[in-house]
């Protein structure tokens, strides 16, 4: 057993309440015994008698008295050094039961090592819970504006051709369609992350050449992409790859989707590597770029900004968030810099055998 903290604590308040307690009762019964032999030896019992005079007993009652004073004394002080940081961290649960999530517990005496790790854990666990309270009041609003535009679209054509203010062959069902598809990403997007962040998305690992889906993806896109002024470059390693290929289309929808959205028309780069055990995928665009110091936030969600004119985030602001909790769920992460040309790399990596330690860097 360790003797630290508030165990050492203890221990060494008794042990100086012994010593000196000790101390005490030896000095102060050779004074005692030699003032009162002095005065009068007839003050003492015989040295046969097991009876102490009255005098003795005073000299017992008078040290015992004093031994109690003196032990209530460091109890007292012992116990409020250890009762100052468990009160105030009762008085701070108190508070945050209540709703006031800025309370925060003091440990005074940190050489008391179990309470000031208490003080420090609740501080933690009630900061924790301020800032999700606050990501919470964040995300509520920012998902009731992004759905108010396309629901109010909706609600206003619908109601329209119910009023009779527009025909039903005059109302642009593409548009409508188009709304409906950005709702049904925005919910599949939610999804993805609610799933990230406790920890239940389920990847379907295996074995995979990345080279057909990503291939199959620019097909798919490839008429839009067109249509925006973008042509795609492939540059793609073969080398097998363990991942949930589903998830790594979702990846690259969302990096292609992002560019298609805010950066300047022109040749889009998607390229794939492994390097030092880990599956390396970038997608590269013509710019504008994002600032540096912008950078390091465009996979937080709903996290917008300008940089140079272009958004840091695509569609409903949740695209590159999906892209980092994918990354994440693989045991890998995502980064953002900025490339020769000046536009933005969007780098995904993961290791490539599942389960492997990610790679420094």
Known sequence: ?????????????????????????????????????????????????????????????????????????????????????????????????HGDLSARAFAGDRSLGETAMLVDDFNSMAERLQRAAKES????????HELRTPVTILRGTLQGVVDGVFKPEEVPFSSLLAQVEDLGRLVEDLRTLSLADSGHMQLRMAWTDLTLEIEEVGRLL?????????????????????????????????????????????????????????????????????AEELAQHVFEAFRRGDSDGGDLHAGSGLGLAVVE?????????????RGKAGGSVFTVKWPVEHGAPPAAG
């Open 1 to 97: 057993m360790r003797f630290t903290g508030l165990n050492r604590q203890i221990i060494l308040s008794m042990s100086v309440l012994m010593v000196c307690s000790i101390l005490i009762i030896w000095i102060g019964s050779w004074t005692f015994f030699a003032i009162a032999f002095k005065i009068d030896p007839e003050m003492l019992s015989e040295p046969d008698d097991w009876s102490p005079s009255t005098v003795e007993w005073l000299w017992i009652f008078a040290i015992t008295i004093f031994g109690l004073l003196l032990a209530a004394f460091f109890a007292i002080k012992l116990a409020a050094r250890i009762l100052k940081p468990i009160n105030s961290v009762m008085d701070s649960v108190r508070r945050v039961a």
């Open 137 to 144: 009041e964040t995300w509520n609003a920012a998902i009731a």
């Open 222 to 290: 490839a008429q839009e992409m067109e249509a925006a002024g973008f042509s795609l470059q492939l540059h793609l390693s073969d080398h097998p790859v363990c991942c949930d290929a589903a998830r790594i289309r979702q990846i690259v929808l969302a990096l292609l989707d992002n560019a298609r959205r805010y950066a300047h028309p022109g040749l889009l780069r998607v390229r794939t590597r492994v390097l030092a055990g880990q599956y390396y995928l970038s997608v590269e665009d013509a710019g504008p770029g994002i």
């Open 325 to 337: 909790a994918i990354a994440r769920a693989h045991g890998g992460s995502a980064a953002c810099t």
